[in-house]
C-alpha cells in the first residue's frame, strides 16, 4: 500500500472513484489548499464527516482516524458572480486516514494510506437494467457528466455511479465507498433503487 501525505478537506457528502463533485471554495484555509493543488497539480482527499466531528457552531473539531476518504483532483474551476471559487473535483483513489495534524489555519493535513484499486470487471445480465437506467439518469444529468468517461459495462463503475447518485442516506454512501466487492455493491444497491422508484409519483 502506498502512504502519501495529503490536505484533508471533510464534508458532508461522499466521492467515489471517477464522479465529478461542485464545490464552492470560500474559507480562506481551503482557498489555500485549492490554489497549492492547483499550483503542484496534487490531489486533496475528502472524506465524509462523522456527526461527532461537529460542535453546536458547526466548526470542525475531529476527523476520525481509519476513516475512508476518495482523493480528489480539480478538472475545472471558475469565478462566481458573487466572488466565490467553483471547482469541480474528479475522484480518482479511495485512501484510508492513518494519522492527520490540524494547522494554525484549521486545515487537516493528513497521511493516507491509499487502498489497492478496485479492478473493473464484467457487468452481469442480471444488473443489464441498472446500467440501462444509469445511462439514461446520466443524460438527464447534463453538464456535471459531460466530461466523466462512462463505462455501462463495468460493474464497478456502474456501482459507483449509482451509490453517488441514488438518494440513500451518507452512512448507505460511506459503505458502498467502502466495500470491496463490486458486485456485492450492486447487490447492495438493487434494492434500495427498486424502492425508490416505488416511491416515485407514476
Known sequence: MTTETISLFPLNTALFPGGPLPLRIFEPRYL?????????????????????SLQSDSEIVDVPIGSVGTTAQIADWYQGSDGILGITAVGVDRFRVRSYTRQDDGLFIGSVELLEVETSQHLPDEYRSMSKLLEVIINDLGRLYDDVEVHYDDATWVGWRFAEILPISLEQKQHCLEMDDALGRLKLLQPLLRSIRQEMPQ
Do not use: T
Request: glycine share 4%; hydrophobic share 40%.
Open 32 to 52: 489555500d489548499m485549492v490554489s497549492h493543488c492547483m499550483r503542484e497539480d496534487c490531489p486533496f482527499g475528502i472524506l465524509l464527516l462523522q456527526p461527532e
